[in-house]
């Protein structure tokens, strides 16, 4: 019998977005709130699916603006903590200050999974705030666990009460897991959590290994619906979890009604793993560029999986898109 307690942190209002080109509604933001909060999560990540400031011609203009969204959140979590993304150079410090007068309680504050030293300012200046803070590595797959670890570690002293390690290409498998989360509980002494992608169909396999490696905080969306292939399904991972006698303060039976609502009222597609989730998870490249790889190399008729090699080949980090064109040219002319 397991007596470890679980954290829940649920980002299908974050992560979600995504699936919705970041087009949540008001109604649908305070129904969901309501009703996650009622089931009992933990957690109840809000805002534009690349974060708290993404709200652009860049990255997709949101339906509902920042402000707007977490005032909305913020009434309906009366048990659940209400939590934001922020990724320095995305968003400004003074979307933060609106945050915390908002009174958002759980603050995660991301980088590429190399870079974790340009959130040192914002971790430190919430910290002082009184805040929860946790430092998010993105794209972890980008780097070993020697190296994830130097990150986690600066963050940690910047102040962060805990390191979410995100893999968002979907491209890990369990062993990889075992050994990067291992390495991060055994050596820092504060909470660790996961943060997985279906591509290649081990969202639930990859979080009960970060479980069973040490990892105490897990995330999920509703059904799974995320950014391409979608997340780790919420209704999936506390179900094993419960099979495993882990402790949560919420349980499957509670997330009935809530799963229901979201597949009536949310989720217009519900998640399959398409080929293009497949290919990007085996390149290990962001899974939100399925959809944009697809354009390009149709547009310059070229072969898509060769293009995701080139693209592999280039290490290719969020917000490259660039890149994906310049490929598509060589590719179509026949340049190496």
Known sequence: MNTRHITISDCSLRDGNHALKHQLTKEQISEYCEKADHAGIDIIEVGHG??????STAFGLAKVDDETM????????????????????????????????????????????????????????IKKSGKKVFGVLIMSHMADAKRLLKEATGMKSAGADGIVLMDSAGYSTPDLVREKISTLVDNLGITIGYHAHNNLGLAVANSIEAVESGASMIDATIKGFGAGSGNTQLEAIVAVLERYGFLMNTKFKNLIDLSIYAEQNIIS???????????TGM?????????????????????????CERLASRKLVASQEDIILEEANKLAKKII
């Open 269 to 279: 597609r519900v998640p399959d793993i398409k080929a293009i989730n497949i290919m």
């Open 50 to 55: 690349y974060g708290l400031g993404a709200s």
């Open 70 to 125: 977490l005032s909305i959140a913020r009434e309906k979590c009366v048990n659940s903590k209400l939590g934001i993304h922020f990724v320095p150079g995305v968003g400004k410090h003074s979307e933060l200050e609106m945050a915390m007068e908002i009174g958002v309680d759980i603050f995660r504050i991301a980088s590429h999974c190399t870079e974790g030293n340009i959130t040192h300012r914002s971790i430190e200046h």
């Open 283 to 307: 390149h290990g490249l962001f899974t939100g560029y399925g959809t944009y790889i697809q354009k390009i190399s149709s547009d310059f008729n070229v072969d898509i999986f060769e293009l």
